[in-house]
């Protein structure tokens, strides 16, 4: 990760990053006098994000995981409204299709007693549909958007723009657009 993305992360101008390539090289930490190697997901969640007051991961296999260990019973507590002991077990899913609308409540909630999180997701390409293209051009960004739009459950995740809108606006532009496309 370069200074200059370092910079605008601190800025506040990134809320979301997408890291691909050798994510499993190290980095370097202390200067060339005095180096020391940490992995990428270490320097993320003790270097980068360390100011957050959550810090999560997320891979298919495992699941769910914390940085601390209060961080699980946080979540198990949030997401089904019980008290929940870390040693108590409760199984929470570990598909994409069931977890990421419990990690959607958990934001919300969290955010809503504005405490910053930063959720690290490893091997993010295996929860992507395989036919997934990214959009090259004005129209399919916009095709792309207007569809997470639709989608979308929480209308407070939704940018301004598309708050002022009326549904059946937001439906024609997208019916509009699939045609050109």
């Given at each position: 990760m370069g200074k200059g993305t370092c910079e605008e992360y601190l800025g506040k101008t990134f809320n979301q990053f997408v890291l691909?390539?050798?994510?499993?090289?190290?980095?370097?930490?202390?200067?060339?006098?005095?180096?020391?190697?940490?992995?990428?997901?270490?320097?993320?969640?003790?270097?980068?994000?360390?100011?957050?007051?959550?810090?999560?991961?997320?891979?298919?296999?495992?699941?769910?995981?914390?940085n601390d260990k209060n961080g699980m019973a946080d979540f198990k507590r949030a997401v089904t409204g019980d008290v929940i002991s870390s040693k108590q077990s409760v199984d929470?899913?570990?598909?994409?299709?069931?977890?990421?609308?419990?990690?959607?409540?958990?934001?919300?909630?969290?955010?809503?007693?504005?405490?910053?999180?930063?959720?690290?997701?490893?091997?993010?390409?295996?929860?992507?549909?395989?036919d997934f293209i990214p959009p090259s051009y004005p129209d399919e960004m916009e095709l792309q958007i207007l569809a997470a739009v639709i989608e979308c459950t929480s209308y407070s995740l939704l940018p301004a723009k598309y708050k002022k809108m009326d549904r059946d606006q937001i439906a024609s532009r997208f019916e509009e657009l699939k045609i050109l496309g």
């Open positions: 691909h390539g050798n994510i499993r090289d190290k980095v370097m930490l202390g200067g060339v006098r005095n180096p020391t190697f940490i992995s990428l997901k270490s320097f993320l969640s003790d270097e980068l994000f360390a100011s957050r007051d959550i810090i999560m991961f997320y891979d298919r296999s495992p699941g769910v995981q914390f929470l899913p570990r598909d994409p299709q069931r977890i990421f609308p419990l990690l959607e409540q958990y934001f919300l909630l969290r955010r809503s007693q504005n405490k910053s999180i930063a959720c690290i997701i490893d091997f993010a390409e295996t929860i992507v549909p395989a």
